[in-house]
């Protein structure tokens, strides 16, 4: 196996970790509808995934080789992309709100600034697009 070909293992703990995340998400959606947003919609999405994960899990190995490969990597980059916006909606579930005020705060106490503004001075059109 090379490094650009994921072996059977890699890719059936993959589907795993997706299943669970998935799972986990309509789990947090349909116990606590009141405090996930949109919690219909996360719940509706998240299965809709877990069908698809389930489709490519039992149908890609029949697929050819390049085939195949395509499709496990571009479910791969469907999925995180998919998980990226949904943890989104379970972001406030256990606290209400944002901290933003108070960490500042807490850097400026501890730092005498705010360190977002005295990063300010390094900012570079080639750092930014570097970093991006």
């Known amino acids: 196996m090379t490094a650009s070909q994921p072996t059977s293992r890699h890719f059936r703990a993959t589907v795993l970790l997706a299943i669970a995340m998935l799972t986990v998400l309509?789990?947090?959606?349909?116990?606590?509808?009141?405090?996930?947003?949109?919690?219909?919609?996360?719940?509706?999405?998240?299965?809709?995934?877990?069908?698809?994960?389930?489709?490519?899990?039992?149908?890609?190995?029949?697929?050819?080789?390049?085939?195949?490969?395509?499709?496990?990597?571009?479910?791969?980059?469907?999925?995180?992309?998919?998980?990226f916006g949904a943890i989104s909606g379970v972001q406030h579930l256990i606290f209400a709100g944002w901290f933003d005020d108070a960490l500042i705060r807490f850097e400026t106490t501890f730092t005498g600034i705010e360190l977002s503004h005295w990063l300010e001075q390094f900012i570079h059109p080639a750092l930014t697009e570097w970093m991006m």
């Open 26 to 83: 309509a789990l947090l959606a349909l116990l606590f509808p009141s405090r996930v947003d949109h919690a219909g919609s996360l719940l509706r999405n998240s299965a809709i995934a877990l069908v698809l994960v389930g489709l490519v899990a039992t149908f890609s190995g029949r697929l050819p080789a390049r085939l195949r490969v395509a499709v496990r990597a571009g479910g791969g980059i469907a999925m995180v992309s998919f998980l």
